[in-house]
């Protein structure tokens, strides 16, 4: 059975920085594509970063050079690194997964991404 367990939120003043956490169980992480998604009150699902299984890596507009998102397929864990928080960002952080071989190719679409963590609370303050 495969889970996703996020860590790492909280709350920080504009500026700040958090480092999020999802660490996998139950499936060969490598194979997977992985992505950080976030939720407003509101507001829709967005995508924020996206990691390949070959470790090709997209960002959202939005996040493009304060954002870092990374893996370690040793741990089966996957990081966001947050840096230069704004309000905005503000929002609860999911991370997700689906098998490369499932789709064939790499997709960005929330759609795909059919395993889900429980979500980690960002809140930063202005």
């Known amino acids: 059975q495969v889970q996703l367990v996020e860590s790492g939120g909280g709350s920080v003043q504009a500026g700040g920085s958090l480092r999020l956490s999802c660490v996998a169980s139950g499936y060969t992480y490598s194979l997977y594509c992985m992505g950080w998604f976030r939720q407003a009150p509101g507001k829709e699902r967005e995508g924020v970063a996206y990691?390949?299984?070959?470790?090709?890596?997209r960002y959202a507009d939005s996040v493009k050079g304060r954002f870092t998102i990374s893996k370690d397929n040793a741990k089966n864990t996957l990081y966001l690194q947050m840096n230069s928080l704004k309000p905005e960002d503000t929002a609860m952080y999911y991370c997700?997964?689906?098998?490369?071989?499932?789709?064939?190719?790499?997709?960005?679409?929330?759609?795909?991404?059919?395993?889900w963590g429980q979500g980690t609370q960002v809140t930063v303050s202005s």
């Open positions: 997700a997964a689906y098998l490369m071989s499932r789709v064939g190719y790499w997709s960005l679409a929330r759609t795909e991404y059919n395993y």
């Open positions: 990691i390949a299984s070959d470790g090709r890596i």
